[in-house]
């Protein structure tokens, strides 16, 4: 990947399986994944002010405030392992966020060298929400039908207790889902508009979704 095309966005519906790609490629590229629900979900664990604040929302699967999530990011983007780029994943989610997002990115003097939509139709989403298992400790993620951990219930990583998300249950998963169509779908024209958005099917398997990332990103 080229120095300046370091910056991209993974952008998708809840339990689109963008935090898994984002994962995989910033192991592949060496670069951090950012994403704004683990900080939100590590401060809420360490009981900060931002995470009490933002738990308030998370809970009923809203958004959380555009000020709070932005200066948080921010914050997170002007550490030193950010200076190569990152892989945002969960940010930006509004437009003000992905506004902020171009300054935040100039004031370093880099931009957006990709946006990467993963396309899921819905009904897969919410059959997605309910197998969906997270480790306690280091936040890895499974599914019980699509990804299972080897030993049940347990991560395979570093052997931590699995737990389904709080906010993954039905009813809190319908609203993020409405959400995200009326606060985050509209980035896909935004970033269309500006000709950088790219998309892939995320209703393939894991492997097959990360391949045509890979190409994507391997062409920009
Ligand atoms: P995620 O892990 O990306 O599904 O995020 C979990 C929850 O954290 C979301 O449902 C929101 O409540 C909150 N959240 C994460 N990222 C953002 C964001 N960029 N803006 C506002 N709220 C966010």
Redesign the pocket.
């Known amino acids: 990947m080229p120095e300046e095309s370091r910056f991209l966005i993974l952008l998708g519906p809840?339990m689109s399986g963008k935090?898994t790609q984002a994962a995989r490629l910033s192991q592949l590229f060496g670069i951090p994944q950012v994403?704004?629900?683990?900080l939100?979900?590590d401060n809420i664990k360490n009981q900060t002010n931002l995470g009490l604040e933002?738990k308030k929302?998370?809970d009923r699967?809203?958004?959380?405030?555009?000020e709070v999530?932005i200066g948080m990011?921010k914050e997170r983007l002007h550490r030193e392992d950010c200076l190569g780029g990152a892989l945002l994943?969960?940010?930006?989610?509004?437009i003000p966020?992905a506004e902020a997002l171009d300054d935040i990115l100039a004031g370093v003097g880099v931009s957006l060298s990709a946006v990467i939509s993963v396309a899921v139709p819905e009904d897969v989403l919410v059959e997605r929400a309910s197998g969906r298992r997270i480790c306690r400790n280091c936040g890895q993620s499974y599914h019980l039908k699509f990804d299972p951990p080897k030993e049940s219930g347990i991560c395979d990583e570093d052997g931590g207790e699995l737990y389904q998300?709080e906010?993954d249950k039905p009813e809190t998963v319908r609203n993020?889902f409405a959400?995200y169509q009326a606060q985050t779908s509209p980035l896909i024209e935004f970033y269309r508009a500006r000709g950088i958005l790219h998309e892939v099917n995320g209703d393939q398997l894991i492997d097959e979704v990360a391949d045509d990332i890979l190409q994507v990103v391997n062409a920009l």
Do not use: K, M
Request: proline fraction near 10%; aromatic fraction near 10%.
């Open positions: 809840p935090g994403s704004s629900g683990d939100f979900r933002a929302y998370i699967g809203d958004l959380v405030p555009d999530t990011v994943d969960g940010f930006p989610r509004t966020q998300r906010d993020r959400v």
